[in-house]
């Protein structure tokens, strides 16, 4: 490190703490990047599991072609290769209650022709129907879904239930209006073109964290894993000290502290501090089975346990949200249920192959009204103290994008400093 070289400090490793540390390298930052895992990704991992001898995702991520901070954090750290998805927008369904089957196209530009093509719409839905995500996208904070949107008919059973519980990990009804209408806004409203699913290739560490890790290592940043913090050290409007559980680090004059670790965490390091305090379950469920040939890599499941299924060529993948009762019940009994799902969409034998369940029981905050207002802004009451995490107020749901978004915002403040 230069004489005088601007220094700051990144708590926490996930992809919030990764998007500030790339972000304040970028503006000519020395960073220390501290985690208290002892692997970077946070909530977006991978590892072998020895269960199945494969490496697998702790969690099924799908990102959409609109993600622009997913973008562009995926081009700074040279991974934009790492996502794959078909080239256009398509999204095929199943009803495991009759096998009826149906794909889900919009067509790639702003002017939604595809509400009257019937073979790209939602089966028994009418184009009129689908002003409904119209009312979404001009929602106030207090509105909840199922105030806008009738919670029943075609549409709602056979596309908005699965998908808004996805994008919120909420009861869809119960689910922030604002939120959901954020997430039309930057995706189907700006046509296909802007919701092509991607998924990460081959697994969420090889496209989202170890690049940004060695991106972050080849330019001088300083990472420590298995790095607890105990306490920040507040002396006035200021972070003087960091206490890890390997020591107190005193901190340089005018050195900034980026805080991106999860919100209960932060609530403990900070008090008084307001985060959402009610979170929800996502379950995976893992299959030891080849895909047939031609399986559609994600497929979404109507009428069934399962919500969406992902055709990885080594296994087959099941992702369930706002899982908290599921998250409860019996491993081996929620393993064959979710089996069940997989093997009606891609027609498989019913015996239960080698599995392995994955459960984040506070996955994300749950996305109601009332804890949206509980999101604190990145900036603190503390000068050179900056909160990132998908918990903060991004303007989106718990997500990919919202992480790495609030994570830009949070160096962006810094840079703003005097």
Not at 6 to 17: E, R
Request: net charge neutral; hydrophobic share 45%.
């Amino acid at each position: 490190m230069t004489q005088g070289a601007k220094t700051a400090q990144v708590i926490g490793a996930g992809l919030a703490g990764l998007s500030a540390a790339i972000a304040l390298t970028e503006a000519g930052y020395a960073v220390t990047l501290s985690e208290a895992a002892r692997q970077a990704g946070g909530r977006c991992r991978s590892y072998r599991d020895p269960q199945l001898g494969l490496t697998i995702d702790n969690g099924n991520h799908l990102v959409l072609s609109g993600n622009h901070a997913v973008r562009d954090y995926l081009a700074t750290i040279g991974a934009s290769d790492r996502l794959a998805g078909p080239a256009e927008a398509r999204f095929p369904f199943m009803d495991v209650r009759d096998g009826q089957r149906w794909e889900l196209r919009p067509n790639a530009g702003p002017l939604p022709w595809w509400l009257f093509a019937r073979h790209r719409r939602v089966p028994g839905t009418r184009p009129l129907d689908y002003w409904a995500l119209a009312r979404l996208m001009g929602a106030t904070a207090d509105q909840r879904i199922g105030q806008l949107v009738r919670p029943a008919g075609a549409l709602w059973e056979r596309l908005l239930d699965n998908f808004l519980v996805s994008a919120l990990n909420t009861p869809a009804a119960q689910g922030s209006a604002m939120l959901a209408g954020a997430i039309v806004r930057e995706t189907l409203a700006k046509g296909g073109h802007a919701c092509r699913p991607l998924i990460a290739e081959p697994t969420l560490a090889a496209a989202f964290v170890d690049p940004a890790i060695a991106w972050l290592e080849a330019r001088g940043a300083t990472i420590r894993l298995g790095r607890r913090l105990r306490a920040l050290e507040q002396a006035g409007d200021r972070i003087v000290a960091l206490d890890f559980a390997d020591g107190r680090v005193a901190m340089a004059p005018g050195e900034p502290v980026i805080l991106a670790v999860p919100a209960w965490v932060a609530a403990d390091l900070l008090p008084g501090l307001t985060v959402p305090d009610r979170h929800h379950a996502i379950v995976n469920a893992h299959f030891l089975a080849t895909p047939p040939a031609g399986a559609a890599p994600i497929t979404g499941v109507i009428g069934g346990t399962a919500e969406w299924v992902f055709a990885f060529p080594d296994r087959l993948s099941v992702t369930v949200s706002a899982a908290d009762a599921l998250a409860e019940q019996d491993r081996e009994a929620v393993a064959q249920l979710l089996w069940k799902d997989v093997a009606a969409v891609h027609n498989l034998p019913p015996e239960l192959p080698k599995w392995q369940l994955v459960t984040e029981k506070r996955a994300t905050f749950s996305a109601t009204p009332d804890q949206e207002k509980r999101r604190p802004e990145a900036r603190t009451a503390c000068d050179n103290l900056f909160l990132a995490g998908d918990w903060t107020k991004t303007g989106l749901p718990a997500t990919i994008e919202g992480a790495i978004r609030s994570g830009r915002t949070a160096a962006a403040l810094v840079n703003r400093e005097p």
